[in-house]
């Protein structure tokens, strides 16, 4: 880091009363997050200490718990932080006070443009999108309005990504996720999909500061997801795996399985199919702090034909059953074979002689081909 951004931080840590070192730690985690490099982590807290990136965030139809969760990071206090490391310029929930004034500065910021645009919720469509109007504008108009003039769009949680719990049928509002009307309304700009309930505050700071820092974003996968986070499902990292290799499963809320951390497949988990990076990457920074390490069944709240729309208790195919996945069977099952074992050893001598023999008989047809080769 150059002296100019030492001075910078230097400067953050007398304003703010943050150090260097938790400063440093927290771009840190938000480059680990997306799989990328140490280094990367400083580039990033040097690239913030000179100006950070603008984001603007706008709700619509949402709980607004990606937002809660954002604010409850800690270890450092990283909603401190994350609130210091980009400036956001407008956020409907956390300057609803300002009223009139927020509107002004979302103005002023659509004018400058080049922000990062976040969005939080669904987008409602019914009845020219009546159902879902803020600072006197439907969400359908201030989401198109603001993504034009953004660099880059991240749709976080489940609602924003592609509908989530207000999509649910039957859907009364015709409620969407935000890239099917930015698609609809030709918008075309980079779209990063965080999906979940609620999403992980450290893939979202992670693909912000990425993008302000390299102008990149992480590798998406075909629904728009980072692939550090969503390229592979829960089941192949869950720490409850090993049982699920030996056969030992909860049958019931509060056995003996249950009370021994068994595999909850049994019970309903949704984690063969649901891809995320819950099991890797802690909420809070709170082990544990996920359905699945509270005892509960992933409910499979990022993939949208499963979440609100399959029953919690029922279960679901398992693309690869057997192990190993992630981790080797601890008592694996062997197959049965139907020919004797004297059977079994006179066919590996007979196919290893095939083997010898083709070997054998391409090499005399080598000498042959060079000796026939020699004499023309």
Not at 169 to 176: F, Y
Not at 288 to 306: R, V
């Amino acid at each position: 880091m150059d002296n100019l951004g030492s001075q910078v931080i230097a400067v953050q840590e007398t304003d703010k009363g943050v150090s260097r070192r938790d400063f440093i730690k927290v771009c840190s985690a938000a480059a680990a997050a997306v799989g990328m490099p140490a280094w990367a982590g400083e580039k990033m807290a040097e690239t913030v200490g000179k100006k950070k990136p603008s984001v603007v965030w706008l709700h619509f139809q949402e709980c607004t718990g990606c937002t809660e969760s954002l604010l409850r990071t800690s270890h450092p206090d990283a909603g401190t932080l994350i609130l210091d490391l980009v400036s956001v310029d407008y956020h409907e929930t956390l300057f609803a006070a300002a009223g009139k004034q927020i509107e002004e500065a979302l103005e002023d910021a659509k004018k400058a443009g080049g922000y990062v645009l976040v969005v939080e919720g669904a987008i409602p469509r019914k009845e020219d999108g009546i159902y879902c109007i803020v600072g006197g504008k439907k969400a359908t108009d201030s989401l198109v309005e603001c993504a034009e003039r953004a660099a880059a769009v991240i749709c976080i949680g489940s609602c924003a990504s592609w509908g989530g719990v207000p999509s649910a049928k039957p859907n009364p509002t015709d409620a969407v996720g935000a890239p099917e009307i930015l698609k609809a309304k030709g918008i075309k700009k980079p779209i990063v999909t965080l999906p979940g309930c609620p999403a992980n505050p450290y893939n979202l700071l992670g693909t912000v500061l990425q993008f302000a820092t390299f102008g990149t974003l992480p590798k998406l996968d075909d629904l728009g997801r980072p692939t550090f986070a969503y390229g592979r499902v829960i089941h192949e990292d869950c720490p409850r795996r090993p049982h699920f290799d030996n056969g030992r499963f909860a049958q019931a809320y509060g056995d003996e399985g249950h009370r021994n951390g068994w595999c909850l497949y049994k019970l309903g988990c949704k984690g063969p199919q649901t891809h995320a990076n819950c099991s890797l990457l802690s909420f809070c920074e709170v082990p544990g702090a996920w359905p699945i390490g509270i005892g509960h069944p992933c409910i499979g709240c990022t993939e949208q034909g499963i979440v609100f729309n399959v029953p919690i208790n029922q279960n679901l195919p398992i693309d690869k059953p057997t192990a190993p996945m992630a981790y080797p069977a601890v008592n694996p099952e062997h197959g049965v074979v139907a020919a004797s074992p004297v059977a079994v050893g006179l066919g590996s001598a007979i196919v290893g002689a095939l083997a010898g023999a083709g070997f054998v008989a391409s090499k005399k047809l080598s000498a042959a081909d060079s000796e026939k080769g020699q004499k023309e």
